[in-house]
């Protein structure tokens, strides 16, 4: 019983995009980085992710897929963010950007295609910041998710500075669509002699 409820609590909101859901791996196949010894490499859904040395063979991971926006409290915690002021411990730099958005990156010659943390981190991080006992299990292998313990952990991300642009561009454009572009002395209306009008009523 313990197990499925422990199950449940992995959950895909009504609304999520599947193409950015996290996803319970266990981690096989690591290699070296062919170009830095404190780096690891590992392929997940036939990506490649590098990682640090501490990831080892059979460990439990949560591995979040390119333009995912993370949950910024977990990133916060975890002191991911570049900007050394959001991070919990303002000494550690990150490199993530301020939305939280996963990026493709190459480093040192290799590629890293994704993001993947320590399954148990997750775990410590619900503890501390929401009291909630939750611990990954080998039943959550390969189960996919966006909602943990009823706490959102990603969505897809959504560059809204860029919808903002956008909406306004839009505005001026039909705005410039109501400008009337006949210009004075370049048109004339003709009024054909026999419609009847008098025309020097008209001069």
Same mark, same amino acid.
């Given at each position: 019983?313990? /197990?499925?409820?422990?199950?449940?609590?992995?959950?895909?909101?009504?609304?999520?995009?599947? &193409?950015? !859901?996290?996803?319970? @791996? #266990? +981690?096989?196949?690591?290699?070296?980085?062919?170009?830095?010894?404190?780096?690891?490499?590992?392929?997940?859904?036939?990506?490649?992710?590098?990682?640090?040395? /501490?990831?080892?063979?059979?460990?439990?991971?949560?591995? $979040? *897929?390119?333009?995912?926006?993370?949950?910024? =409290?977990? +990133? /916060?915690?975890? &002191?991911?963010?570049?900007?050394?002021?959001? &991070?919990?411990?303002?000494?550690?730099?990150?490199?993530?950007?301020?939305?939280?958005?996963?990026?493709?990156? #190459?480093?040192?010659?290799?590629?890293?295609?994704?993001?993947?943390? *320590?399954?148990?981190?997750?775990?410590?991080?619900?503890? =501390?910041?929401?009291?909630?006992?939750?611990?990954?299990?080998?039943?959550?292998?390969?189960? =996919?998710?966006?909602?943990?313990?009823?706490?959102?952990?990603?969505?897809?991300?959504?560059?809204?500075?860029?919808? @903002?642009?956008? /909406?306004?561009?839009?505005?001026?454009?039909?705005?410039?669509?109501?400008?009337?572009?006949?210009?004075?002395?370049?048109?004339? $209306?003709?009024? *054909?002699?026999?419609?009847?009008?008098?025309?020097?009523? !008209?001069?």
């Amino acid at each position: 019983m313990t /197990s499925v409820i422990q199950k449940v609590m992995l959950q895909i909101s009504e609304k999520a995009n599947r &193409n950015y !859901l996290a996803k319970v @791996v #266990r +981690l096989t196949n690591i290699r070296k980085h062919s170009n830095a010894d404190r780096l690891q490499v590992v392929t997940i859904d036939g990506n490649n992710v590098i990682t640090s040395m /501490s990831a080892q063979e059979g460990n439990l991971y949560i591995y $979040f *897929p390119l333009e995912a926006a993370i949950n910024k =409290e977990y +990133l /916060s915690f975890s &002191n991911a963010f570049a900007s050394k002021e959001l &991070n919990k411990d303002t000494e550690i730099k990150g490199y993530f950007p301020n939305t939280g958005r996963v990026r493709a990156a #190459r480093l040192r010659g290799e590629r890293s295609e994704g993001y993947i943390i *320590p399954a148990f981190d997750i775990t410590n991080w619900l503890k =501390e910041f929401y009291n909630k006992d939750f611990t990954f299990t080998e039943d959550h292998v390969d189960q =996919e998710f966006d909602i943990v313990c009823d706490i959102k952990l990603c969505e897809k991300y959504v560059n809204r500075e860029q919808i @903002v642009r956008d /909406s306004k561009e839009n505005k001026n454009t039909k705005k410039k669509a109501k400008v009337s572009r006949l210009v004075d002395e370049q048109f004339h $209306f003709h009024i *054909p002699q026999w419609t009847g009008i008098d025309l020097q009523l !008209l001069q």
